[in-house]
């Protein structure tokens, strides 16, 4: 039976997701936008996941919007933002190391006349708030920085930079992916300062294809999809009702048992941790305090690419890096410091709380055996 640890690329679907999509597309499949019962009846649906997600993230559900994504939140938030704010206020600054749904999308904004700062971690590998505050002036329309790191679970400080923020230049808006964060750690729009937020159902046993974002009552955010007024003309198109009954069912599942997973997880990546240490010639490019839902290695000399598909043929998924980069360095390891060979060996290990002590010791044997076999 194969071991799957690339959960940050995505997740399985839990039953009650899967069931609730089932019975979306089978029984409940109108259209919400149709005035007749069945339509009345999806439109039920799709309201009852509104609110369960945002009750989720503290939110009015009238300030939740769902996408085909958290790619096309990500665009829509720093995009709409932009298009709203960018007439007169031509500066958006982002970290250096976001998920390429805001990076590119911010390369795009600096082709079209915006500057773009990008701030970087410091000499230590850590991310220090002042440099974030010093980046905005009256000129910044738009602050956007993850929540979690999808390559190396550093967790960024991004309620005391929005915090901070705000204080200052109380007219920025400020928008946090949260996508490796939601369902892991406690995301709370008010806790975080953030007036935009994305999110992903596929990476909390949800299904693909949809996400969501949050725009706090009175941001202007202008539409990139535009078509039949649908979520209140943010972005148009027909619901997926069963991806989006689903993302409701997955977060409504998980919601109650953070703390717990989170305890699990750590447990879990202790305990990997601690066999890696026996094994010797193997590098832990994550931080200790970051989340432990991501462990990033690098087994010296071993190009990532080949490991990866040597433990594959053992039946042991993990990544090279984020899934949205094919198997491509994204760059965000060498902000990091993690540079040269090093990163050329990366490989992500990533959890949930169903993942077993087990699973790691068959990963660890592999790991063992591939560095005794596989040519770097």
């Known amino acids: 039976m194969a071991v799957y640890l690339d959960n940050a690329a995505t997740t399985k679907p839990c039953a009650e997701a899967v069931q609730a999509a089932v019975d979306a597309?089978?029984?409940?499949?109108?259209?919400?936008?149709?005035?007749?019962?069945?339509?009345?009846?999806?439109?039920?649906?799709?309201?009852?996941?509104?609110?369960?997600?945002?009750?989720?993230?503290?939110?009015?559900?009238?300030?939740?919007?769902?996408?085909?994504?958290?790619?096309?939140?990500?665009?829509?938030?720093?995009?709409?933002?932009?298009?709203?704010?960018?007439?007169?206020?031509?500066?958006?600054?982002?970290?250096?190391?976001?998920?390429?749904?805001?990076?590119?999308?911010?390369?795009?904004?600096?082709?079209?006349?915006?500057?773009?700062?990008?701030?970087?971690?410091?000499?230590?590998?850590?991310?220090?708030?002042?440099?974030?505050?010093?980046?905005?002036?009256?000129?910044?329309?738009?602050?956007?920085?993850?929540?979690?790191?999808?390559?190396?679970?550093?967790?960024?400080?991004?309620?005391?930079?929005?915090?901070?923020?705000?204080?200052?230049?109380?007219?920025?808006?400020?928008?946090?992916?949260?996508?490796?964060?939601?369902?892991?750690?406690?995301?709370?729009?008010?806790?975080?300062?953030?007036?935009?937020?994305s999110l992903s159902a596929h990476k909390i046993h949800g299904a693909k294809g949809v996400g969501a974002l949050f725009i706090r009552k009175g941001v202007r955010v202008v539409p990139i999809v535009t078509g039949g007024k649908q979520e209140k003309g943010i972005r148009s198109g027909t619901e997926s009702v069963p991806l989006i009954v689903a993302f409701g069912a997955a977060a409504e599942k998980l919601a109650p048992t953070i703390q717990e997973r989170w305890d699990r997880v750590s447990g879990l990546k202790a305990y990997l941790l601690g066999k890696i240490a026996e094994i010797g010639g193997i590098s832990v490019n994550s931080p200790d305090d970051g989340s432990p839902y991501v462990v990033n290695i690098s087994a010296e000399g071993k190009r990532s690419e080949i490991m990866l598909h040597f433990l594959e043929s053992k039946g042991i998924y993990v990544s090279s890096g984020s899934a949205c980069s094919k198997g491509q360095q994204s760059g965000v390891l060498g902000q990091f410091g993690i540079t040269g060979k090093r990163a050329d060996s990366a490989l992500r290990i990533s959890m949930t709380a169903e993942t077993t002590e087990a699973d790691l010791d068959e990963l660890c044997e592999a790991l063992r055996e591939g560095l005794e076999k596989v040519r770097g």
Do not use: W
């Open 25 to 197: 597309m089978t029984i409940n499949f109108g259209n919400p936008s149709s005035l007749h019962r069945a339509g009345l009846d999806a439109q039920i649906a799709v309201d009852r996941a509104r609110k369960v997600i945002a009750d989720s993230i503290g939110a009015d559900p009238a300030c939740l919007y769902f996408t085909s994504g958290a790619t096309e939140s990500n665009n829509l938030a720093l995009r709409g933002a932009a298009a709203a704010y960018g007439r007169k206020r031509r500066k958006i600054v982002i970290s250096a190391v976001e998920h390429a749904s805001v990076e590119e999308t911010a390369a795009a904004l600096e082709k079209s006349g915006f500057e773009v700062v990008r701030v970087s971690p410091r000499g230590d590998g850590r991310f220090c708030p002042e440099d974030f505050i010093a980046a905005c002036d009256d000129d910044t329309c738009l602050l956007s920085m993850m929540y979690v790191n999808n390559e190396t679970g550093y967790i960024l400080p991004v309620k005391e930079v929005f915090s901070a923020v705000k204080r200052r230049f109380p007219d920025i808006v400020t928008h946090c992916d949260c996508v490796q964060a939601y369902m892991k750690l406690p995301v709370k729009v008010n806790a975080l300062g953030a007036d935009l937020i």
